[in-house]
């Protein structure tokens, strides 16, 4: 009895010594998970390489480093996704490595010509979407770095000669053995855009900040955009892909603003009173016809009291008529008819001098009212045929003048104060004052800037290369208030903010109050740039945003398109979506990582980061998906 009941003691202590057991490595467990998770709420030791693995290009104009990325994300979850098979994108054919899908000239030739329709966007059918990889040409090469870019490129990157060519006289562009040079010429300004530009600082105040942003119609290679820059004045320069091959993306390669666009039938993609001025050198565009349609746009865009500059014909044709193989009379009646538009805008003549005319809009519409009152043509838009001043998607152009803000004071400003640069970057925007966002005052505004300044500072510890002014070309696809790039100014870079027809808030206005580019876009179709055109890609909320709209894979396959080899992308988003992108993106030759939040692995949202691996097209790949 006794040997029984010393058997049952012992088979309780070894019971109570495993129990001991278990919680004491539970409690460890615990334990060194919150030690973790209190470590990772700031930046982990550990490092994790997102580097380009595979082949890497000798050739750069500057040795392309890799991401390193500093943690992933501590709380994640297991989702069926990961267990899928990854499916792997092929290349496009060669044929291919310029496309753009929605300015296809071979589309385009289907439309009508009329006021330019055929050279407007025309995006693919549901059978014409491609499902691969844009390939860059042979020995692509990493563009050069800012401020080299501005007067170089490599010839491999953009194998096109035209221009030089054609436009030899004029200094467009160069070729010099394995590179372009960029001189900085342009067709009416020969001594070069620099010269061309403190011509123009004599005639207004083109430097004292008051200008920040303008518009480049029919920009060439863009050297009007590259040499305002230094006189902290952003330009969108756009021009058409049409005969001058190329235009646009050599803007690009060389880091300097600019799309794919064209003065036709539709508004511009940009919000009403965006620009403190708008620049035409001559961009071919016929703004005497169908009674001053484009110059009603061009009022549309420019901002109460901006400037509309205008070089070459018929500016100063006295001099230039023989040259130009037009008649005086010709040239004569086309200047008087752009007088007569502007007249009837109620813009008023600055100056004509030399090759330069100069006209600028009034500050407020009090007395252009009053003016309407006898000579009602155009007429002001009224509220039913034009309730939505900002909305420029596809949207017809009208024939009616935008009307300004209301304001009693005839010496004041219809759009508010705005300060002069750089204060206006983080100044509350008059939109915002005037309470047309819905949801947003100054208040939140002031909080989403400072939600910025810890998020820039969070990312360039997980993308170091941000503070290495390796991204030139940088894009917001869901720019909100502009946050990301006011707190990017800092880096030798500039952002296009891009703000989603389908957002909830409409914010593009904004987001040129403060000084800022950008532009709408659906992201159900192309964007209006070149392969390889930008360096840094940021998406917040961008595919909770698209997921029940369409097809995220064709989303990613366009940020493809667009990203430059070793381009980096940064996505912010719930990890359940991020889980679905980054499978997506592993197909794509990314390489991938999810990341924690800034404010620590607890918060649902996480941080995608990837970066596009370097490789070219070949000549023999016959692949066309």
């Known amino acids: 009895m006794a040997k029984d009941n010393t058997g049952l003691h012992h088979q309780t202590e070894a019971r109570r010594k495993k129990l001991t057991l278990v919680l004491g490595v539970s409690g460890l467990c615990i334990l060194f998970y919150v030690l973790g998770a209190w470590q990772t709420s700031n930046v ?22 890799s991401a390193d ?10 989702f069926k996704e990961r267990n899928l098979t990854i ?7 060669l ?29 693919p059918s549901k059978d014409e979407l491609l499902y691969c990889l844009i390939p860059p040409p042979p020995n692509y090469k990493i563009p050069f770095k800012w401020p080299q870019s501005r007067d170089y490129a490599w010839y491999d990157n953009i194998p096109h000669k035209e221009l030089s060519v054609e436009k030899a006289v004029q200094n467009w562009i160069q070729v010099e053995g394995d590179r372009f040079r960029f001189p900085g010429g342009g067709t009416m300004f020969p001594r070069g855009a620099d010269a061309y530009i403190d011509d123009i600082a004599r005639l207004i105040p083109l430097t004292a900040g008051g200008i920040r942003t303008a518009i480049d119609t029919g920009c060439g290679v863009a050297s009007f955009g590259a040499y305002l820059l230094k006189r902290d004045i952003m330009a969108v320069s756009f021009a058409p892909r049409d005969t001058h091959e190329a235009q646009v993306q050599f803007a690009l390669e060389r880091g300097v603003p600019a799309i794919i666009g064209i003065m036709g039938s539709k508004r511009l993609p940009y919000p009403a009173r965006a620009f403190d001025l708008a620049h035409c050198s001559r961009c071919l565009i016929p703004w005497f016809k ?26 100063n044709w006295k001099q230039y008529w023989r040259g130009w193989e037009r008649t005086e009379e010709d040239l004569k009646k086309e200047q008087d008819s752009i007088e007569d538009v502007a007249k009837s805008l109620c813009w008023k003549k600055v100056i004509e001098k030399g090759d330069l005319a100069i006209w600028r809009k009034p500050i407020n519409h009090n ?33 009616c003048i935008t009307p300004l803000p209301e304001t009693n004071n005839p010496e004041e400003s219809s759009d508010g104060a705005l300060e002069d640069w750089p204060d206006r970057a983080f100044a509350v925007p008059p939109r915002i004052i005037r309470g047309t966002i819905q949801d947003i005052n100054a208040e939140k505004f002031r909080e989403d800037n400072e939600v910025w300044k810890e998020r820039i500072a969070y990312y360039k510890k997980i993308v ?12 917001d696809m869901n720019a909100y208030l502009g946050g990301f790039a006011a707190s990017m100014l800092k880096y030798p870079s500039w952002t296009m903010n891009v703000v989603p027809v389908v957002a909830e808030k409409q914010t593009l206005g904004v987001i040129y109050e403060r000084g800022l580019i950008g532009t709408y876009q659906d992201w159900c179709e192309g964007f209006s740039t070149y392969p390889r055109t930008y360096d840094m ?24 398109r667009i990203l430059r080899p070793e381009g980096t992308v940064v996505m912010r988003d719930n990890v359940e979506t991020l889980t679905k992108v980054e499978r997506i993106a592993k197909g794509m030759k990314w390489n991938t990582q999810i990341v924690d939040h800034e404010k620590g692995p607890y918060n649902p949202e996480k941080i995608l980061v990837a970066v596009k691996t370097y490789w070219t097209g070949q000549p023999s790949n016959n692949n066309n998906n």
């Not at 499916?87 to 054919?93: A, M």
């Not at 929605?102 to 010509?113: I, K, T």
């Open 44 to 65: 982990p030791a550990s490092y994790s390489k997102l580097g380009c693995e595979t082949q890497s290009n000798p050739s750069s104009s500057s040795s392309s480093e």
């Open 69 to 78: 990325l500093d943690f992933k994300s501590h709380n994640q979850v297991e």
């Open 87 to 93: 499916k792997n994108f092929e290349p496009c054919d």
């Open 95 to 123: 044929s291919l490595s310029e496309y753009t899908p929605c300015e296809d000239r071979q589309r385009g030739r289907r439309f009508d010509r009329n006021m330019m329709k055929y050279r407007e966007r025309h995006c």
């Open 290 to 315: 169908n009674e001053g349609l484009y110059l009603m746009e061009v009022d549309r865009v420019l901002r109460p009291g901006g400037y509309w500059i205008l070089s070459g014909p018929p500016i």
């Open 367 to 399: 007395e252009c009212k009053k003016l309407k009152q006898n000579n009602n043509s155009p007429p002001i838009c009224t509220t039913s045929d034009n309730n939505n001043a900002d909305f420029a998607w596809y949207k017809d152009l009208e024939s």
């Open 464 to 475: 170091p290369e941000i503070s290495h002014g390796r991204f030139r070309n940088i894009m």
């Open 537 to 560: 890609i940021h998406a917040g909320g961008l595919f909770s945003l698209y997921e029940n709209r369409c097809d995220l894979t064709l989303i990613l396959l366009e940020m493809d």
